[in-house]
């Protein structure tokens, strides 16, 4: 991994979109980072399309397409996306993702058989506001169950039939073969407009856990945020390149060094 100053001023200039997971990415202990937001703002300003990947729930994904600097948002690790377009929220769902009615019984099943396995595991706070997956909390509040607990989590969810990636802070599991890569690359294309031979060198993503993994493979152009380094064992792919700083502190740290390069071409 590398720091995105040798990138260059010429790749710089060729970005389209700057894509980048939330929690622990552009937030520090859960809360959105003074300097994240701001960041947000000069990516927009400079002509960048800005889009949130999240395993973050619905409720939450209608507030942040009406109400932050962003062109949409991909969310539930890929069910859909939502964004606005002239002055109208619009939703995209995955093909492959399921109809939520079919699922919310299995899901609850799934949720009652994973807290009798695992007595110390809790239902994440923001379940009620999502449609398609049920998130399963080891570490957003306390106690944090560890990363070694997690990964039997997902394996649990995993043996039950379900899809499941490790975030930072929780176990989400999901029926259907979707993932963030998958929708975001749908995004990318039918709302963007960025054709599939682009994006290698249009799309910058920024990540930090296991469950951005499918990003780090996919787009050459990825960035860990330095608390990537907490999941190094648990990366097979990690991104091309690193910030020196954690966090939303990082990401800020990557925004700048982007923009720098920019107006350096354009010089």
């Given at each position: 991994?590398?720091?995105?100053?040798?990138?260059?001023?010429?790749a710089?200039?060729?970005?389209?979109?700057?894509?980048?997971?939330?929690?622990?990415?552009?937030?520090?202990?859960?809360?959105?980072?003074?300097?994240?937001?701001?960041?947000?703002?000069?990516?927009?300003a400079?002509?960048?399309?800005?889009?949130?990947?999240?395993?973050?729930?619905?409720?939450?994904?209608?507030?942040?397409?009406?109400?932050?600097?962003?062109?949409?948002?991909?969310g539930?690790?890929?069910?859909?996306?939502?964004?606005?377009?002239?002055g109208?929220?619009?939703?995209?769902?995955?093909?492959?993702?399921?109809?939520?009615g079919?699922?919310?019984?299995?899901?609850?099943?799934?949720?009652t058989?994973?807290?009798?396995?695992?007595?110390?595991?809790?239902?994440?706070?923001d379940?009620?506001?999502?449609?398609?997956?049920?998130?399963l909390?080891?570490?957003?509040?306390?106690?944090?169950?560890g990363?070694?607990?997690?990964?039997?989590?997902?394996?649990?969810?995993?043996?039950?039939?379900a899809?499941?990636k490790?975030?930072?802070?929780?176990?989400?599991?999901?029926?259907?073969?979707?993932?963030k890569?998958?929708m975001?690359?749908?995004?990318?294309?039918?709302?963007?407009?960025?054709?599939?031979?682009?994006?290698?060198?249009?799309?910058?993503?920024?990540?930090d856990?296991?469950?951005?993994e499918?990003?780090?493979?996919?787009?050459?152009?990825?960035?860990?945020v330095?608390?990537?380094?907490?999941?190094?064992?648990?990366?097979?792919?990690?991104?091309?390149?690193?910030?020196?700083?954690?966090?939303?502190?990082?990401?800020?740290?990557?925004?700048?060094?982007?923009?720098?390069?920019?107006?350096?071409?354009?010089?």
């Open positions: 991994m590398r720091s995105l100053a040798s990138l260059g001023p010429a710089a200039q060729g970005l389209r979109a700057v894509l980048f997971d939330i929690d622990d990415t552009i937030t520090e202990a859960g809360l959105l980072l003074e300097e994240s937001y701001s960041s947000l703002w000069r990516l927009r400079a002509g960048l399309a800005v889009v949130p990947v999240t395993g973050r729930p619905a409720g939450w994904c209608d507030l942040i397409a009406r109400q932050w600097p962003v062109d949409g948002v991909v539930e690790n890929g069910a859909f996306a939502f964004y606005q377009k002239s109208r929220l619009e939703r995209l769902f995955h093909p492959e993702a399921p109809d939520p079919s699922t919310r019984g299995r899901l609850a099943d799934l949720a058989r994973a807290r009798e396995f695992f007595p110390s595991l809790r239902i994440a706070k379940q009620d506001y999502r449609l398609f997956d049920l998130a909390d080891f570490a957003e509040e306390p106690p944090d169950l990363l070694e607990e997690a990964k039997r989590i997902k394996e649990f969810c995993e043996a039950a039939g899809s499941a490790l975030s930072s802070i929780h176990v989400n599991a999901w029926f259907g073969a979707y993932d890569l998958s975001s690359e749908i995004f990318l294309t039918e709302v963007l407009g960025i054709e599939k031979a682009e994006i290698d060198r249009s799309v910058l993503f920024f990540g856990s296991p469950n951005d499918p990003m780090f493979q996919r787009f050459p152009l990825a960035c860990g330095s608390n990537v380094l907490k999941y190094g064992s648990l990366l097979r792919t990690p991104p091309a390149f690193i910030t020196a700083k954690p966090f939303g502190y990082g990401f800020a740290e990557g925004v700048d060094i982007i923009l720098g390069l920019r107006e350096k071409s354009a010089l």
